[in-house]
């Protein structure tokens, strides 16, 4: 019999609609009662906190990593995680660079909640344990299964605000499908090595470009800054007027994390114009290659909590599967 503990945080998949539509949390999670359903699955529930996802911070994403890091050493053969769908990427990309890919780690969500017709949670939830419990789920870093869709933490992002398969993968697609013959994979997953923390920085922050942007926002970050992502245009370019202020955050040491704005793609350096990512590189801007910018965010976070800089930070930053 396979042991899973199941990780609940809040979210959607624990709340209940009023009679007037509100979503509220719930004062009971309504998934505690499913190991009924479960043949040879074990579930142990444990609520890690219940908050709705925007509330959720760096430092419960860490809370999060060193319990199961603790579950794994007892002796557990995997672990589910409900979380609201808001940062619910966020939250699997930490757990995913921050922990060793041998048990399954598993994060799932809902859509709606647990009273409204067509609620996805419970079996969202039964999905992603019974994906936790196979054997093809070990050794492939942090996974979000919902929708019957089994994706990496690493290139999964929320893609509608209402949509029950609002989860999905850009360029790359889903590595595997949960059906009614159980669980399969049909790729495998280029492992990276864990990156330890014990406590995670603050000032990391993420800006978007936009047409006719200038310098303001730049200046406005406290002097206090440790790092800052940018959503940039296209491959990787910025508007000429961004230049002067960026140019003062890099000569004072802050690390400048470049992504593209573009829901597919990558960032690349190979424009050669005023704020043309050519540039831009010159300047000392690190390209991330592959995430989008709240996973950017979190890995910059990860790198220099760890203890990373200079060109050790942006090596580990630029590559999304190192």
Do not use: W
């Given at each position: ?16 609609a ?18 009924a ?12 906190f219940n908050?709705?996802?925007p ?17 794994e ?12 769908t ?6 699997a ?15 799932t ?16 939830f ?14 492939k ?13 690493r290139?999964?992002t ?17 590595v ?15 492992n ?32 206090s800054?440790?790092?800052?992502v ?6 990787g370019?910025?508007?000429p ?9 890099i000569?004072?040491?802050v690390?400048v994390?470049?992504?593209?704005r ?9 424009y ?5 990512g ?33 060109a050790?930070l942006?090596?580990?930053?630029n590559?999304?599967?190192?």
């Amino acid at each position: 019999m396979k042991h899973i503990l199941a990780l609940h945080t809040g979210g959607t998949i624990s709340m209940t609609a009023t009679d007037t539509g509100d979503v509220v949390p719930s004062a009971i999670n309504p998934l505690l009662d499913l190991s009924a359903h479960l043949e040879g699955i074990e579930v142990t529930s444990e609520e890690a906190f219940n908050l709705p996802s925007p509330h959720v911070t760096p430092a419960h994403m860490l809370a999060l990593s060193q319990r199961i890091r603790q579950a794994e050493a007892a002796g557990i053969d995997g672990v589910v995680v409900t979380h609201g769908t808001d940062t619910l990427e966020e939250t699997a990309y930490f757990l995913d660079l921050t922990l060793d890919p041998t048990i399954p780690v598993v994060v799932t969500g809902a859509m709606r909640s647990a009273n409204e017709i067509g609620s996805d949670g419970r079996y969202n939830f039964l999905s992603a344990i019974r994906t936790a419990a196979s054997a093809g789920a070990r050794h492939k870093g942090c996974l979000v299964v919902m929708n019957d869709e089994i994706h990496t933490a690493r290139f999964v992002t929320k893609t509608h605000t209402t949509n029950v398969a609002t989860f999905r993968t850009p360029t790359f697609g889903p590595v595997g499908l949960v059906n009614k013959d159980g669980v399969r994979f049909f790729q495998e997953l280029i492992n990276q090595q864990a990156c330890r923390i014990d406590h995670v920085i603050a000032k990391v922050f993420l800006l978007k470009a936009f047409a006719g942007m200038d310098g303001t926002l730049f200046d406005a970050l406290p002097t206090s800054t440790q790092g800052l992502v940018i959503e940039a245009l296209g491959a990787g370019n910025l508007p000429p007027a961004t230049l002067p202020a960026l140019r003062r955050l890099i000569d004072r040491g802050v690390p400048v994390v470049l992504v593209s704005r573009c829901f597919n793609g990558v960032a690349e350096d190979f424009y050669d114009y005023e704020g043309g990512g050519v540039n831009l590189k010159k300047m000392g801007v690190i390209f991330c290659q592959g995430l989008n910018g709240q996973k950017a965010r979190i890995k910059l976070i990860v790198g220099l909590s760890n203890g990373k800089q200079g060109a050790v930070l942006a090596d580990y930053v630029n590559n999304a599967i190192s």
